[in-house]
């Protein structure tokens, strides 16, 4: 029998859930202990994570607003974000550690110590690893800050099996430009576009606050907006022309585009030969699938996907064709994002207002402006070790295998589950998540249930008892985002920045952010050389240490950003760059690019 969590509430009743169920919050009644001044942080209300301020009113309620030094938010915070606190004061969030008691998904458990959690792990983790090897467990996060440290014990205990959330929402896109630009972190300068194609990515309820704010201020600088999307959405209200293309035909539209900017010759001859390879095997592959071929599979007459493809063309290089942001729909998913990438390069618009650019590390733009622009703050401090030598459940470490272009730090999460239940290519033990819920995001519930009920050993950190925690052995309880620390992080764009989360609100009962609890738990099984910090202040200060003066900056604004903006292949932007740091023209081409 499956047991979900909207049964479990049902059975023991949400009331007694909230008041009674062991290492929950419960009926907090007392004050909020915190600062009355704002305080500069990131929210985490959902996987943008804008920068925010926040602060505590009264000794009992915290007041959030957006960050009025971030540009790309403009200062502003969603509603969501805005509600931050309402998952501080949810009652059923967990405050202390827990163990299970009874069968996985009974819902019966005690409250126990870090120490004695810890203890379990520890001998459960050393067990298994004895018994069948450190590979056959699993370590699974939430793309975050806290991927750093699970990532890094995972290593450590010796398992090659480090995953994200990645397949189960954007490896589609990241997974598409990688291969086609070698990057998979490529940014669309919505603001400044001209003319956009945009395929059901609505970023009007799919709330990123710098989406929202680039595409309402190109459609007011008169952006036209093609919306192909089988849902009259919020976006396509707003669009200059709504498409409802037939579900699953939007591959079938863009060989289409592709065919029609290529065999009408609509496309940047000068940039494809200068910065592309690969054109002549392209048109020879694409030849057979004209508009008129395609227009039966998405339902868009051929002469209608000619009349898009020459007014994108026409405005190219201010033009751009949007990969979106989404989980996988289609089997044709990568292929369908590739296309999409390979749309762009053809109309030339990299490194163009309007078009699509790489972020600019520190580093990088150092070196472009030959000078010390901005200081280099280490991404991690944590020292790197050796990647188990193991073969990877999913074969991502196979060159030119199925996933070969999906990094080792993302993996294909859902095959954890699969493997688990196959036993191929070797039966899992354990699984070790945070901050992750794949019963409600891998498809197939009833089966990732199923696998879990397998495991030797299933632990779970989270700020509630999800859907998936509820099956847990141990779950330990992170702190919420207003009230820990965390590392400084890189926050580039066109010019190099970084942003940092910093603790609003005394820590509510006894939870702990994950920064601590590896290394902890580390400390336990004796990994302790592979956390070197002794707390996230020792942690920032080995990260920055070079650099007080920006340290102080960050933690004073929360966020900060060096230089200007630099498009590399912009006149305007590159006239203004070398006018600012003249040792930069050595890097300019007979294009001035």
């Given at each position: 029998?499956?047991?979900?969590?909207?049964?479990?509430?049902?059975?023991?009743?949400?009331?007694?859930?909230?008041?009674?169920?062991?290492?929950?919050?419960?009926?907090?009644?007392?004050?909020?202990?915190?600062?009355?001044?704002?305080?500069?942080?990131?929210?985490?209300?959902?996987?943008?994570?804008?920068?925010?301020?926040?602060?505590?009113?009264?000794?009992?309620?915290?007041?959030?607003?957006?960050?009025?030094?971030?540009?790309?938010?403009?200062?502003?915070?969603?509603?969501?974000?805005?509600?931050?606190?309402?998952?501080?004061?949810?009652?059923?969030?967990?405050?202390?550690?827990?163990?299970?008691?009874?069968?996985?998904?009974?819902?019966?458990?005690?409250?126990?110590?870090?120490?004695?959690?810890?203890?379990?792990?520890?001998?459960?983790?050393n067990?298994?690893?004895?018994?069948?090897?450190?590979h056959?467990?699993?370590?699974?996060?939430?793309?975050?800050?806290?991927?750093?440290?699970?990532?890094?014990?995972?290593?450590?205990?010796?398992?090659?099996?480090?995953?994200?959330?990645?397949?189960?929402?954007p490896?589609?896109?990241?997974?598409?430009?990688?291969?086609?630009?070698g990057?998979?972190?490529?940014?669309?300068?919505?603001?400044?576009?001209?003319?956009?194609?945009?395929?059901?990515?609505?970023?009007?309820?799919?709330?990123?606050?710098?989406?929202?704010?680039?595409?309402?201020?190109?459609?007011?600088?008169?952006?036209?907006?093609?919306?192909?999307?089988?849902?009259?959405?919020?976006?396509?209200?707003?669009?200059?022309?709504?498409?409802?293309?037939?579900?699953?035909?939007?591959?079938?539209?863009?060989?289409?585009?592709?065919?029609?900017?290529?065999?009408?010759?609509?496309?940047?001859k000068?940039?494809?030969?200068?910065?592309?390879?690969?054109?002549?095997?392209?048109?020879?592959?694409?030849?057979?699938?004209t508009?008129?071929?395609?227009?039966?599979?998405?339902?868009?007459p051929?002469?209608?996907?000619?009349?898009?493809?020459?007014?994108?063309?026409?405005?190219?290089?201010?033009?751009?064709?949007?990969?979106?942001?989404?989980?996988?729909?289609?089997?044709?998913?990568?292929?369908?994002?590739?296309?999409?990438?390979?749309?762009?390069?053809?109309?030339?618009?990299?490194?163009?207002?309007?078009?699509?650019?790489?972020?600019?590390?520190?580093?990088?733009?150092?070196?472009?402006?030959?000078?010390?622009?901005?200081?280099?703050?280490?991404?991690?401090?944590?020292?790197?070790?050796?990647?188990?030598?193991?073969?990877?459940?999913?074969?991502?470490?196979?060159?030119?295998g199925?996933?070969?272009?999906?990094?080792?730090?993302?993996?294909?999460?859902?095959?954890?589950?699969?493997?688990?239940?196959?036993?191929?290519?070797?039966?899992?033990?354990?699984?070790?998540?945070?901050?992750?819920?794949?019963?409600?995001?891998?498809?197939?519930?009833?089966?990732?249930?199923?696998?879990?009920?397998?495991?030797?050993?299933?632990v779970?950190?989270?700020?509630?008892?999800?859907?998936?925690?509820?099956?847990?052995?141990?779950?330990?309880?992170?702190?919420?985002?207003?009230?820990?620390d965390?590392?400084?992080?890189?926050?580039?764009?066109?010019?190099?920045?970084?942003?940092v989360?910093?603790?609003?609100?005394?820590?509510?009962?006894n939870?702990?952010?994950?920064?601590?609890?590896?290394?902890?738990?580390?400390?336990?099984?004796?990994y302790?050389?592979?956390?070197?910090?002794?707390?996230?202040?020792?942690?920032?200060?080995?990260?920055?240490?070079?650099?007080?003066?920006?340290?102080?900056?960050?933690?004073?604004?929360?966020?900060?950003?060096?230089?200007?903006?630099?498009?590399?292949?912009?006149?305007?932007?590159?006239?203004?760059?070398?006018?600012?740091?003249?040792?930069?023209?050595?890097?300019?081409?007979?294009?001035?690019?």
């Open positions: 029998m499956s047991i979900h969590r909207r049964d479990f509430l049902k059975g023991v009743g949400i009331s007694s859930v909230a008041l009674s169920m062991p290492g929950t919050l419960g009926a907090f009644s007392g004050k909020i202990e915190g600062e009355s001044e704002f305080v500069p942080s990131i929210c985490e209300m959902c996987s943008t994570r804008c920068p925010i301020e926040a602060r505590v009113d009264d000794g009992s309620k915290v007041f959030i607003q957006g960050n009025p030094y971030s540009i790309a938010t403009g200062g502003a915070v969603c509603a969501r974000g805005g509600s931050g606190v309402s998952q501080l004061y949810d009652p059923n969030r967990l405050v202390n550690p827990i163990m299970r008691v009874g069968e996985r998904g009974e819902g019966k458990w005690k409250e126990v110590s870090w120490e004695e959690a810890y203890d379990y792990i520890a001998k459960k983790l067990e298994i690893k004895e018994k069948y090897g450190a056959t467990v699993a370590f699974a996060s939430k793309t975050g800050p806290e991927q750093t440290f699970l990532n890094q014990f995972a290593y450590a205990y010796g398992s090659p099996n480090i995953f994200d959330h990645g397949n189960t929402c490896s589609g896109y990241t997974t598409a430009l990688m291969s086609v630009y990057n998979g972190g490529v940014s669309r300068d919505f603001a400044n576009c001209k003319f956009m194609l945009n395929f059901g990515h609505n970023v009007y309820e799919g709330m990123v606050i710098s989406y929202a704010r680039g595409v309402t201020q190109a459609l007011e600088n008169g952006c036209k907006l093609v919306s192909l999307d089988p849902r009259f959405s919020v976006l396509s209200s707003k669009a200059s022309e709504w498409i409802p293309i037939r579900p699953g035909g939007d591959t079938a539209f863009m060989i289409a585009f592709l065919h029609t900017l290529i065999f009408e010759e609509l496309y940047d000068k940039f494809v030969e200068k910065y592309t390879t690969g054109f002549d095997k392209l048109k020879e592959s694409i030849k057979g699938y508009p008129e071929k395609m227009a039966k599979e998405c339902d868009i051929a002469d209608k996907i000619i009349a898009l493809t020459r007014e994108c063309a026409s405005y190219a290089p201010h033009c751009m064709v949007d990969f979106g942001h989404r989980a996988t729909f289609t089997p044709e998913e990568i292929e369908f994002r590739r296309s999409i990438a390979i749309a762009n390069a053809l109309l030339g618009n990299m490194e163009v207002k309007g078009g699509l650019y790489f972020p600019k590390g520190a580093a990088l733009y150092n070196k472009i402006a030959g000078e010390k622009v901005a200081p280099i703050i280490k991404g991690s401090i944590l020292p790197k070790i050796p990647e188990p030598n193991y073969p990877r459940i999913d074969f991502v470490d196979v060159k030119e199925e996933f070969s272009k999906i990094p080792k730090n993302r993996g294909v999460y859902s095959k954890v589950y699969e493997c688990i239940l196959s036993g191929n290519p070797y039966a899992l033990k354990g699984v070790f998540i945070t901050r992750s819920n794949p019963v409600m995001t891998v498809a197939g519930a009833d089966s990732v249930v199923e696998a879990i009920k397998k495991l030797d050993l299933f779970c950190v989270d700020v509630y008892l999800s859907d998936t925690a509820q099956y847990a052995d141990i779950i330990l309880p992170e702190s919420t985002y207003l009230e820990r965390e590392q400084f992080l890189a926050n580039n764009g066109k010019n190099p920045g970084y942003q989360r910093q603790k609003v609100v005394k820590t509510i009962g939870t702990k952010p994950s920064w601590q609890i590896y290394l902890e738990l580390a400390q336990k099984m004796g302790g050389e592979a956390f070197p910090y002794k707390d996230i202040e020792d942690f920032r200060m080995k990260q920055g240490y070079e650099y007080p003066e920006a340290m102080f900056e960050l933690k004073q604004k929360g966020l900060v950003s060096y230089g200007i903006p630099l498009l590399a292949r912009d006149q305007e932007s590159i006239k203004k760059f070398v006018e600012k740091y003249p040792n930069s023209k050595q890097f300019l081409d007979s294009d001035s690019e």
